[in-house]
């Protein structure tokens, strides 16, 4: 002796509403489990610790200020936009580069 399908139904609607869980008949996946799940963003914020004045900060804050902020200048000397290299002089130059060539001795 089978039961009918929609006495079946009945059953399971009256079963989610007695234990506040959503009626799926067709088990159609709808996310709910996620959902009722408790949120991580409160918990996830505070186990890092607050964060204190950057550099980007103090600028803002004092602008006349000069200040030097080396992760910044490593950034825009990646990017190639850092100050340009300095130029050599003479000397050091020539050091590079090696002694001069000295013209060969004539054969006469």
Avoid: H
């Avoid at 980007?56 to 080396?70: A, C, Q, R, S, V």
Wanted: net charge positive; with cysteine.
């Amino acid at each position: 002796m089978s039961v009918p399908r929609s006495r079946i139904l009945d059953l399971m609607k009256v079963q989610c509403r007695i234990f506040s869980s959503t009626f799926n008949p067709d088990r159609v996946r709808t996310g709910n489990k996620v959902l009722r799940e408790r949120l991580k963003g409160p918990s996830v914020a505070a186990y890092y610790p607050r964060r204190v004045a950057t550099f980007k900060d103090l600028k803002n804050l004092y602008p006349d200020l000069e200040t030097w902020d080396d992760d910044e200048e490593d950034r825009l000397k990646q990017r190639g936009k850092g100050a340009p290299k300095k130029k050599k002089s003479g000397n050091e130059s020539k050091k590079i580069l090696g002694k001069k060539k000295t013209a060969a001795p004539k054969a006469a």
